[in-house]
């Protein structure tokens, strides 16, 4: 007799495999945008979930049937303290891939940075890099973000590499070295109305079964001894259970990229007469503080988690408009 077929999880369930968990709470951006100004920019900047509101806006997307009436939509809170430019790195690209050439570091750092990390540049860093522009592909901009300007309680900063694009690589040397040592804001990189990407490491969920981790189908109670796992792992031959079969593991706690959120209100709390807090502040978050954007609908991740947000590599429009706030409900 051949092998019982397996309850089949549902349709579009299988979208990513392995499910294991994150090697660390910072997600990586690892593809960026093409720029075709010639005026170089840095294209990421990074925030911390604080919670969420419902947004009242009129509907400025032409076709739809909603088109110019109110509209109720989901809102996420990011905390958005300005990053430090740390350094620069340059890499070169050959046929065995893309190499790190030079690191050239702030003299000046912040002293809550400079307290939790150790930055070590050559005297003459910037000159000896400028000989090698010749041959760099790419210019990254190396930033950090301290999340007690967040009003979290931790002290190390979150450091990573956000790219710079437009003009040429000396151009792109230029404008970061001009920044180095000074603080960047939300509102110089994005604006309101501008559509970007983010990426996060979602909830954790723990060990889960193959219901709930890929929504696969239960049996009947009397089919078998148990109703919650799968009717068979597979045929007889081949001797082995094949990577498609659904299998109880790690659910939540994965590195995942979420495309085309729109940023809906771009403020700060000192500035700004939105009424941003509710009373007593965010739940698991508390008050915000500073500067803050408002994105359209979800974002991946816990409540205080670093979120890291990209310049819009999908369906990029020709022109930015800005939405029509009417009321914010927190």
Same mark, same amino acid.
């Given at each position: 007799?051949?092998?019982?077929?397996?309850? *089949?999880?549902?349709?579009?369930?299988?979208?990513?495999?392995?499910?294991?968990?994150?090697?660390?709470?910072?997600?990586? %951006?690892?593809?960026?945008?093409?720029?075709?100004?010639?005026?170089p920019k840095i294209?990421?900047?990074?925030?911390?979930?604080?919670?969420?509101?419902?947004?009242?806006?009129? !509907? !400025?997307?032409?076709?739809?049937p909603n088109a110019g009436k109110q509209l109720v939509s989901l809102g996420t809170v990011l905390v958005t303290p300005p990053v430090t430019i740390l350094g620069i790195r340059g890499y070169s690209r050959d046929l065995d891939g893309?190499?790190?050439?030079?690191?050239?570091?702030?003299?000046?750092?912040p002293k809550n940075i400079a307290k939790e990390i150790t930055l070590k540049s050559k005297e003459g860093a910037i000159e000896e890099a400028e000989?090698?522009?010749?041959r760099i592909k790419e210019i990254f901009a190396v930033v950090a973000v301290s999340p007690r300007q967040a009003g979290l309680e931790q002290?190390?900063?979150?450091?990573f590499e956000a790219l710079v694009r437009g003009g040429d690589v000396e151009k792109q040397f230029q404008h970061v070295k001009e920044l180095l040592g000074k603080e960047i804001k939300i509102d110089q990189i994005f604006e309101t109305g501008a559509t970007v990407d983010v990426a996060a490491i979602t909830k954790g969920k723990g060990w889960q079964g193959v219901i709930q981790r890929w929504g696969a189908k239960k049996k009947q109670h009397k089919s078998r001894k148990t109703v919650r796992e799968l009717g068979s792992l597979g045929p007889i031959s081949p001797q082995y259970v094949m990577y498609t079969?659904?299998?109880?593991?790690?659910?939540?706690?994965?590195?995942?990229?979420?495309?085309?959120?729109?940023?809906?209100?771009?403020?700060?709390?000192?500035?700004?007469?939105?009424?941003?807090?509710? !009373?007593?502040?965010?739940?698991?978050?508390?008050?915000?503080?500073?500067?803050? %954007?408002?994105?359209?609908?979800?974002?991946?991740?816990?409540?205080?988690?670093?979120?890291?947000?990209?310049? *819009?590599?999908?369906?990029?429009?020709?022109?930015?408009?800005?939405?029509?706030?009417?009321?914010?409900?927190?």
């Open positions: 007799m051949g092998a019982r077929k397996h309850s *089949q999880p549902r349709r579009g369930s299988l979208a990513y495999s392995p499910r294991g968990r994150a090697k660390s709470m910072e997600a990586r %951006i690892r593809s960026w945008p093409e720029v075709t100004s010639d005026e294209l990421a900047h990074c925030g911390f979930k604080a919670g969420c509101v419902q947004i009242v806006s009129i !509907d !400025d997307r032409e076709k739809t893309t190499h790190a050439e030079f690191d050239v570091y702030a003299k000046d750092i000989k090698h522009l010749k002290k190390k900063p979150y450091v079969v659904p299998r109880a593991g790690q659910m939540g706690f994965h590195q995942r990229v979420e495309y085309d959120k729109r940023i809906m209100i771009m403020g700060n709390t000192d500035e700004n007469n939105l009424k941003i807090n509710p !009373d007593g502040g965010y739940k698991h978050f508390g008050l915000v503080k500073g500067d803050f %954007i408002i994105l359209k609908g979800s974002v991946p991740g816990t409540y205080r988690r670093l979120i890291k947000l990209r310049r *819009q590599i999908r369906n990029a429009p020709a022109k930015i408009t800005k939405p029509n706030i009417l009321e914010v409900v927190v």
